[in-house]
């Protein structure tokens, strides 16, 4: 594995806003209500991948059009609301949730949220968490003892908002801590004085934002900005401990031509001041556009325009164009044309990997284009497909490189490098359900990377195939039970051994009492397989988890 890695340099930079990648559309088109609440089924944006994930009692899974206003840092979501009854009063969604779960390897996950309204006009979202786990991961090293994993975030926020007769205002903000520790590199000249083997990270932001009430003013507007910052506290490969500060702003401004025509602007703009050995900048993004929807026609035309001013400025630019069509009442056909530009700020790469390191400041991702087309559709009810194919070129992608163990460091990080990519992709997603009985899915899709000459190490974790099912079906009454299970091939590595597949299979099981009170159980890694997850490091051995949550 070492060899794989040392010869490999670094590098790397940002991935941010509009539509850097595009997803694939959703299988179904069913539109619902949502209530801007948390969603007490969601995990935290920001989990990585050192947890088993607990499933627990959810609706089945719905299409849902958000609006595309300014969403705060929270650690919450969105909940579809409650069926209207018979006489068309609508049900009161519960307001508050919790949820605690323990297991073996002593992971913990624990939640409480509350949406309170306050008044008729003012509501204050609260939403606090911890994850994490204390026990053996399996290491990557010949001969190597297990590695004791320590892994913990805690994570706290707050929104409120006060409704004027036409604009509405919200103040809020969020913390978290995450502390962990590096896997040792076995068998490596110890230099314990240079680095430490544990870090702490340090997040936190606050915001305003102002927003129009939809339709109370010839234009609808949102206007948000505050400040984001992230710390290191010990040093690390090659990288100083320190902050990284931005001052983020964005929203938009969209009006109606008639009722079928809007054209709008989309903006954000990110300055970034760093007290550690990375370049100031500043990163501006403009997406004015055009939308057309007569209900068979669905027609988006509209640019993304950024600019990056120091480090490396430059210009550019990418299409943001989606055109869809709608026939036979249940089938929909459509081709799209995105794009755009990634902030690869602190934030975003500790996302990737919390074990990140880099031997140069990262530069902004920049996707030209990607195309994709497609058709979905519902042949019969409770039955949904979606077959999709694409082309994306991304400039300045980000891999991640595991194990840079240069200059005998006693631990293993995960190098970020950044290299031109083109992969094209395709793929084809199916849906059954039937009432609230059963709930299945099967996703699967294929991508062939392609990077220049000498580079192809870089796509050591890149995915070739990817396959995603589950069923989830009620057995008795409230009693459920759930099975998953993820593949995915990584890219083929020749002259080296290439990475080890993802081969990953959980069974989950729960109840439910009174319509509001949920003990499950889930076993996790039921195969018991080691491999690289995609933040670089080994994953845990086969795990169980149990607990309870509660809506009130």
């Known amino acids: 594995m070492k060899s794989i890695i040392i010869a490999i340099g670094l590098g790397g930079w940002c991935m941010h806003a509009y539509a850097q990648e595009q997803a694939p559309d959703t299988v179904l088109n069913r539109t619902v209500v949502v209530e801007n609440q948390y969603n007490p089924e969601v995990m935290d944006a920001f989990k990585i991948n050192v947890l088993p994930e607990v499933e627990e009692p959810a609706v089945p899974k719905q299409h849902i059009d958000y609006a595309t206003s300014p969403r705060p840092f929270s650690a919450g979501g969105f909940t579809p609301m409650q069926a209207m009854s018979s006489d068309e009063k609508q049900q009161e969604a519960p307001r508050g949730y919790a949820r605690a779960a323990y297991g073996t390897g002593n992971n913990v996950d624990a939640r409480l949220s509350y949406l309170w309204d ?45 409704a004027f007769r036409k604009v509405s205002l919200g103040v809020g903000g969020a913390f978290a801590s995450q502390v962990f520790n590096y896997m040792p590199a076995e068998g490596l000249v110890r230099d314990e004085s240079s680095v430490s083997g544990r870090q702490r990270y340090t997040l936190g932001e606050g915001y305003v934002r102002l927003a129009s009430v939809e339709g109370a003013l010839p234009v ?7 400040l984001r910052s992230f710390s290191r506290a010990h040093d690390m490969y090659l990288m100083e401990n320190g902050s990284e500060n931005i001052v983020h702003t964005l929203g ?12 709008g602007i989309g903006f954000a703009m ?16 403009l997406n004015p556009h055009y939308t057309f929807d007569n209900g068979r026609i669905q027609l988006r035309a509209g640019m993304h325009v950024d600019a990056q001013f120091g480090h490396d400025g430059r210009l550019m630019v990418a299409p943001d164009v989606k055109l869809d069509f709608l026939f036979a ?31 140069a400041q990262m530069q902004t991702s920049y996707t030209p284009v990607d ?17 999709y194919g694409g082309y994306r070129v991304v400039k300045d992608e980000v891999f991640h490189v595991p194990y840079v163990l240069e200059n005998g460091y006693p631990y293993a990080y995960v190098g970020l490098s950044q290299e031109k990519a083109k992969v094209g992709y395709g793929g084809v997603k199916l849906a059954y359900q039937y009432k609230d009985w059963i709930d299945m899915t099967l996703d699967g899709v294929y991508s062939h990377w392609n990077v220049k000459e000498g580079m192809e190490p870089l796509l050591y974790l890149k995915p070739r195939f990817v396959l995603d099912a589950s069923v989830r079906a009620k057995i008795y009454r409230d009693l459920w039970v759930k099975a998953q299970y993820r593949f995915e091939k990584r890219v083929e ?15 989950s099981a729960g109840y439910e009492f009174f319509g509001r009170l949920n003990v499950f159980v889930g076993v996790n890694n039921l195969l018991n397989r080691t491999y690289l997850t995609e933040t670089g490091y080994p994953v845990q051995g086969i795990n169980v988890m149990a607990g309870l949550s509660v809506r009130f």
């Open 493 to 507: 590595m020749e002259g080296m051994e290439s990475a080890k597949p993802v081969n990953d299979f959980s069974l």
């Open 118 to 162: 306050i008044s008729r006009r003012d509501c204050l979202g609260f939403s606090a968490s911890l994850y994490g786990m204390n026990g053996d991961v399996p290491s990557v090293f010949s001969g190597a003892d297990d590695w004791k994993s320590r892994f913990y975030r805690t994570d706290v926020s707050l929104d409120y908002r006060h």
């Open 252 to 263: 938009f401004v969209s009006g109606k031509v008639n009722e079928i025509q809007r054209v």
């Open 220 to 226: 609808d507007f949102s206007f948000q900005t505050g």
């Open 329 to 359: 009442e249940t089938y929909r056909v459509y081709v799209h044309a995105a794009g755009g530009t990634r902030l690869n700020d602190f934030r975003r790469l500790n996302a990737l990997s919390p074990y990140w390191t880099q031997l």
């Open 371 to 387: 195309m994709q087309a497609g058709v979905k559709g519902a042949p019969v009810p409770g039955f949904g497909f979606c077959l």
């Open 270 to 285: 990110d300055n970034l001041i760093h007290d550690v050995s990375q370049a100031d900048y500043t990163l501006l993004q």
